[in-house]
């Protein structure tokens, strides 16, 4: 699998297209989720319930592995996937967004394609850094700067501030080198491996939970069913299609997901919650759509092109 060339099909854009919309509508579902759950706990509860419902679908499958028997994944490197995939990036970003403006944290997980794009290129086959995607890239990443605004660099006033940072930014690193890992992986069932992940993380997290926030409370009932769609929909499901996505498509497409989330993040919030649109709007959806098409120009003409 580690030598295997990108394959962008259309099932890839429409997988990265739910993935940007769900997880930018889950910024709102986690607000009410965190009404009635500590960040933590949070944390904790998602992924339990992720690798409930993952645990039950694997099952049904045989619990098929699907490795190649002289060629299986190692088991570290499995729990370093299940780590850098949800547990770290869970705990720190729960923990960061305490100290920090919700801008630098939009601003921190959009600069993930930056992170991947030089990685890739040394790690991933097929993956090659060239002025093309540089250039789309760093329009993209414009983009969604604009978006964000001039607040994305404001000060929060809180004493942890400064780690508060370090920690959004560990997030972004370590979802750029989970790309990378489950890209370079060698043979295994997506639903396995999603699995796997989910479980790991889980596992990674209760001790943290249990120290810093004791024993949880029972949650209200709006938070609780908050809590099952954060659980079924955006950890398990959402994981899932990550899976599938990178292992086929490739570590740099799945970054599109990072540049579509504030767009739907933004929208969403003033469709549902009445929050009001950001003047640049309009400006920065076109900048974040003309780097996706700069970036991944190969895959976009084939969507319209017949070879």
Not at 41 to 62: K, N, Q, S, Y
Not at 79 to 89: F, L, Q
Not at 130 to 149: A, D
């Amino acid at each position: 699998m580690r030598d295997a060339l990108p394959d962008i099909t259309p099932a890839s854009w429409i997988m990265v297209g739910i993935l940007g919309f769900v997880w930018g509508s889950t910024f709102m579902v986690i607000e009410i989720a965190l009404e009635g759950i500590t960040p933590f706990w949070l944390a904790t509860f998602r992924l339990a319930i992720a690798a409930m419902v993952m645990t039950a679908l694997w099952a049904r499958e045989g619990f098929r592995m699907g490795t190649d028997p002289d060629n299986p994944p190692t088991a570290l490197a499995l729990i370093w996937t299940g780590a850098v995939s949800s547990a770290i990036p869970f705990l720190l970003l729960n923990w960061g967004q305490q100290y920090v403006t919700s801008g630098f944290a939009g601003t921190a997980m959009a600069a993930v394609p930056l992170v991947v794009l030089p990685m890739a290129h040394f790690m991933v086959a097929g993956e090659r850094l060239t002025i093309r995607s540089i250039i789309g890239v760093t329009v993209g990443f414009g983009g969604v700067f604009l978006l964000v605004g001039d607040g994305a660099f404001d000060s929060s006033g809180a004493d942890l501030e400064l780690w508060g940072r370090l920690a959004c930014l560990t997030v972004a690193f370590c979802y750029a080198f989970n790309s990378i890992t489950i890209r370079r992986l060698p043979r295994i069932h997506p639903t396995a491996l999603t699995t796997i992940m989910m479980i790991t993380a889980t596992v990674i997290t209760l001790p943290f939970s249990l120290i810093r926030e004791g024993i949880p409370d029972v949650p209200p009932t709006k938070a609780f069913f908050a809590l099952i769609f954060l659980g079924v929909v955006s950890t398990a499901a959402m994981n899932q299609l990550r899976v599938l996505v990178i292992r086929s498509a490739g570590p740099t497409f799945m970054t599109l997901v990072n540049y579509q989330v504030p767009v739907w993040s933004v929208t969403l919030g003033a469709l549902i919650l009445r929050e009001q649109l950001p003047p640049t709007l309009l400006i920065a959806l076109l900048m974040i759509l003309s780097g996706v098409a700069i970036s991944q120009w190969p895959a976009v003409k084939r969507l319209f092109v017949r070879p």
